[in-house]
């Protein structure tokens, strides 16, 4: 009886040790567990400064491919652990994401599931028609240029703004304007209607008026002066011969709208054939403005029809040095003799179209 007691008083304290040593062990394994779960969500995980497009209709495999192809994480194994607990693979949202750094994977899943996108800065200039503004358009955006033509060329879209299919082209102000990627053409559009009546300010629409031109008009104008001259300086002059022929009822004679017409803007001869072409553009045939902008004028050259110098001049005609440079006449003699010596040099180098 003895040995059988002392014998249940060794084995009792062995269990406890074991349950004591597996407890233990749990509780490690719990702590590394709760370590490791800390750091997938608390931890940098962000490798590198990247940006990240997702387009739509991409998944979640599509995020994470990506996002390992670029070695953008340090942890791929946090980031699937955490988009899990947060539903962020039902919750996929097209952008451009700018990732920084350092960025915990907590913050990072936060960020794509919000869609919170990073704004991309959206430039145009030199811009010649609307297949070249879609063009330059859909590279900063989702949309793309065959889209975004539809928009520009739709006339019920141009009537919407109050345009015609001729005039619509003034209300896209070239400048560099912050879009989100998953800008539609229709947000587009919308964003440069905004833009154009923030444009047309009070002042500007008054020096408008006190040179009985609309915006439009002022537009208009604009684009022709723009391709009359490479001279900054020579803007404001040559906006306020146009005017003076405007004021006198007579022809513009731009030849930028007989290239405008023809559609081919390498022209440097401009030939009496190309005078006879019957086209509402054609401002050696029709007096007056055209119908609408030949072109997407810079702000500088809207400006300058705005602040047009005031002069007597009615003709201009190019340099005979091919400097870009124009002489400016009062009288037809003047220019007659201005227009001979540059003939003369277009015929010396066998200039002739």
């Not at 387009?55 to 495999?61: I, L, Q, Y």
């Not at 990072?108 to 811009?127: C, I, S, T």
């Not at 070239?174 to 009546?197: C, D, G, H, L, V």
């Not at 009359?228 to 009822?249: C, D, M, Q, S």
Request: with cysteine; aromatic share 12%.
């Amino acid at each position: 009886m003895v040995i059988e007691r002392r014998n249940k008083r060794n084995y009792m304290p062995r269990i406890a040790r074991f349950s004591m040593v597996i407890f233990a062990l749990l509780l490690i394994i719990l702590g590394f567990r709760a370590f490791e779960l800390y750091g997938y969500i608390f931890k940098p995980n962000v490798a590198k400064d990247h940006t990240l497009v997702i387009v739509t209709g991409e998944t979640f495999e599509d995020v994470y491919n990506k996002l390992e192809k670029e070695q953008v994480l340090i942890n791929l194994k946090a980031f699937k652990w955490i988009a899990k607990k947060k539903d962020y693979k039902k919750n996929i949202r097209p952008g451009l994401y700018k990732l920084k750094k350092g960025t915990n994977t907590n913050n990072l899943v936060n960020l794509l599931r919000a869609g919170d996108q990073h704004p991309v800065e959206l430039k145009f200039h030199n811009v010649g028609s609307f297949a070249d503004l879609a063009g330059k358009v859909s590279a900063y955006i989702e949309a793309d240029s065959v889209d975004l033509m539809k928009q520009f060329t739709n006339v019920s879209v141009q009537e919407k703004f109050g345009f015609t299919p001729e005039t619509f082209p003034a209300m896209f102000i070239p400048n560099t304007y912050e879009f989100y990627w998953t800008t539609t053409p229709e947000q587009f559009i919308s964003r440069m209607n905004a833009e154009y009546k923030s444009f047309w300010s009070e002042e500007r629409l008054n020096k408008a008026e006190a040179k009985s031109l609309t915006p439009v008009e002022v537009v208009t104008l604009a684009s022709i002066i723009e391709k009359e001259t490479i001279i900054k300086e020579e803007l404001p002059i040559v906006a306020g011969l146009y005017i003076n022929r405007l004021k006198r009822g007579m022809a513009l004679q731009a030849d930028p709208t007989i290239k405008f017409v023809l559609k081919d803007s390498s022209i440097r001869r401009i030939t009496n054939d190309m005078l006879k072409i019957d086209s509402p553009y054609n401002t050696y045939k029709y007096s007056g403005l055209p119908p609408g902008p030949i072109g997407f004028p810079e702000i500088s050259t809207i400006d300058a029809v705005l602040n047009a110098t005031e002069h007597s001049y009615l003709f201009m005609c190019a340099k005979e040095d091919f400097s870009g440079e124009h002489r400016f006449a009062t009288n037809l003699a003047q220019h007659n003799a201005n227009a001979a010596r540059y003939r003369d040099a277009l015929n010396k180098n066998n200039i002739w179209r």
